[in-house]
C-alpha cells in the first residue's frame, strides 16, 4: 500500500518555498508552494516556512568508548603533554567501571538522532586488547536502530595492529562479521613502521572490497609524509573516494605551500579529510583544502569520553564550532561550513539518494531559520527530524 504525505511551506536553501511529497518514504515531488491546487495525500503537514535541509552527516563517532549518559567521569590529564597510548591507557581504566555499552550507546545514538544526525560513521575498537567484543555489541545495537539512522562502522585497532599481537586477523574478521570500512592509527608513531601498517590496511580494504578510514594525529612532516603514502596507495589501488584521513593535524601545522602541494595530491588521489575542528590542536584548513577540490567532512568525534568531557552531538553546531575557528564570517563561508557537515559529508560516506531533490531518501531536518547561515550562526533548538518522511525527533528529544 503506498503511503504519502504533502509538507505544505518548506523553505529550502535556496529560498524557495515549496511543498515536499513523500512517497513510501522517498521525495517523488518538490513543487512551488504558490502553484499548490489541492492537497491530496492522506496526511499533510503545514512546515510553516521552516528552513528544510537534509539530515545531518555524522562523519566520526565512537559509539563504544563514550560515556553520555552514563555517570560523569572527569578527565584525566596527561603526564607530558597530548599521548595517544597514555590516553588509550586512560580509556581502558574508565571502561572497566562504564555503564553496560549498549546503553551507552544507545544514549549516545538517539543524542545525534534527536539533533538531526542520520546517517553515521563509527569507528569500533578492534584489537589485541578487547578483541570483537566491541564490535558485537555495536552491531546488535545497529540493528536495533537501523529504522533511524544509517550507521557505517570502522575496524578501528585502537591499540594499533603490529603492535598488538593478533590484531590483522581480528581485523580481518570483523570486515567479514559486518564492518563496512577498516581504520588504522598513527602508522609512524604508534606502530613505528608505516610501510607495515598500511600494508595490513589496504591489503585488508582490497581483500574484502571496503573503503578505508585512518586516525592520524601525527602532526608536521612525520604527519605530511603519512598523507602522502596514504594518497600515493589510494591512488595506485584506483581507490579514489574510498578513503579519508580522520584529524590530519598535520595540514595544520605546514607552511602554505606545501599545504597547497598537499591540496592538489589529496584531490588528485581522491581522499577525503575529516575534522571536528579540536579546540587543542591544528587543525586542516577546510577553505583552502575546498579551494583545491578535496572533500573535506566532519564528526562529534569523542563525545564526553577519555579523551575530552566535550561532545552535544549536534553537528550543525559542529559547522557553528568549524566556521568559528576558522574565521568564517561571510554567507558564503558559513554556507561552506553547512556544506561540510550535510553534502560533503554524505559523498565522503559515499551516501546514495543524499538530499532534498525528488528520488532521495526523504531524511530531513526542519527549524526556524531564514536560511543556511543564519542556522549555522544561530544553531536553532527548535528542530524536527524526519526519517523517510516520519517525525522521529523534535526539540532535542525523540519520539516515542
Same mark, same amino acid.
Given at each position: 500500500?503506498?503511503? =504519502? ?15 515536499? &511529497? ?44 563514550? @560515556? ?21 591507557? !586512560?580509556?581502558? =581504566? ?12 544507545? $544514549? ?13 560513521? $563509527? ?5 589485541? *586488547? ?59 608513531? @604508534?606502530?613505528?613502521?608505516? *610501510? ?8 585488508l580494504a582490497q581483500k574484502h572490497g ?24 589510494t591512488k595506485a589501488l584506483g581507490m ?13 601545522? &605546514? ?17 577525503? &579529510? ?8 591544528? !587543525? ?6 575546498? =579551494? ?71 531524511? @530531513? ?36
Amino acid at each position: 500500500m503506498t503511503e =504519502q504525505t504533502i509538507f505544505l511551506n518548506a523553505k529550502l536553501a535556496d529560498g524557495a518555498l515549496v511543498d515536499l &511529497i513523500v512517497t513510501d518514504g522517498r521525495f517523488s515531488a518538490i513543487t512551488p508552494a504558490a502553484e499548490r491546487t489541492q492537497a491530496t495525500a492522506a496526511a499533510t503537514i503545514d512546515l510553516g516556512g521552516q528552513l528544510v535541509v537534509p539530515g545531518f552527516v555524522e562523519g566520526h563517532i565512537h559509539l563504544d568508548t563514550s @560515556f553520555y549518559g552514563d555517570a560523569w567521569r572527569p578527565h584525566i590529564p596527561c603526564t607530558d603533554g597530548f599521548d595517544v597510548r597514555e590516553r588509550v591507557a !586512560f580509556q581502558a =581504566q574508565n571502561l572497566a567501571a562504564a555503564a553496560p555499552m549498549a546503553e551507552r550507546a544507545k $544514549s549516545q545514538l538517539e543524542l545525534c538522532i534527536g539533533n538531526g544526525s542520520l546517517a553515521m560513521r $563509527s569507528h569500533v575498537m578492534v584489537d589485541g *586488547s578487547v578483541g570483537l567484543k566491541h564490535l558485537e555489541t555495536i552491531l546488535a545495537v545497529r540493528s536495533a536502530y537501523h529504522d533511524l539512522i544509517d550507521i557505517q562502522l570502522v575496524a578501528f585497532p585502537q591499540s594499533g595492529i603490529l603492535s598488538s599481537p593478533g590484531t590483522p586477523e581480528l581485523l580481518d574478521e570483523a570486515l567479514r562479521l559486518g564492518c563496512d570500512l577498516i581504520g588504522g592509527l598513527d602508522p609512524a608513531s @604508534f606502530d613505528r613502521d608505516v *610501510s607495515g601498517h598500511l600494508d595490513v590496511v589496504f591489503g585488508l580494504a582490497q581483500k574484502h572490497g571496503v573503503g578505508v578510514d585512518i586516525h592520524l594525529h601525527d602532526g608536521g612532516s612525520l604527519g605530511l609524509f603519512q598523507i602522502e603514502e596514504i594518497a600515493h596507495r589510494t591512488k595506485a589501488l584506483g581507490m579514489a573516494g574510498h578513503v579519508a584521513v580522520s584529524h590530519a593535524y598535520a595540514l595544520g601545522d &605546514i607552511p602554505a605551500d606545501a599545504l597547497n602541494k598537499a591540496g592538489a595530491m589529496l584531490a588528485t588521489s581522491g581522499v577525503s &579529510i575529516m575534522t571536528n575542528a579540536p579546540g587543542n590542536h591544528a !587543525f586542516p584548513p577546510v577553505a583552502a583544502l575546498r =579551494q583545491a577540490g578535496v572533500t573535506v567532512f566532519s564528526g562529534s568525534d569523542n563525545i564526553r569520553d577519555s579523551w575530552w568531557p566535550y561532545g552535544d552531538g549536534d553537528m550543525l553546531s559542529r559547522a557553528n564550532l568549524i566556521g568559528y575557528r576558522s574565521g568564517f564570517y561571510e554567507d558564503r563561508e558559513l554556507a561552506a561550513a553547512f556544506d561540510v557537515v550535510t553534502y560533503a559529508g554524505a559523498k565522503a560516506l559515499r551516501l546514495e539518494g543524499y538530499g532534498i531533490a525528488v528520488g532521495a531518501a526523504a531524511d @530531513f531536518v526542519a527549524m526556524p531559520a531564514e536560511h543556511v547561515p543564519e542556522a549555522v550562526v544561530a544553531v536553532p533548538g527548535a528542530r524536527t527530524v524526519y526519517r523517510r518522511g516520519r517525525a522521529v525527533a523534535k526539540d532535542g528529544k525523540m519520539a516515542r
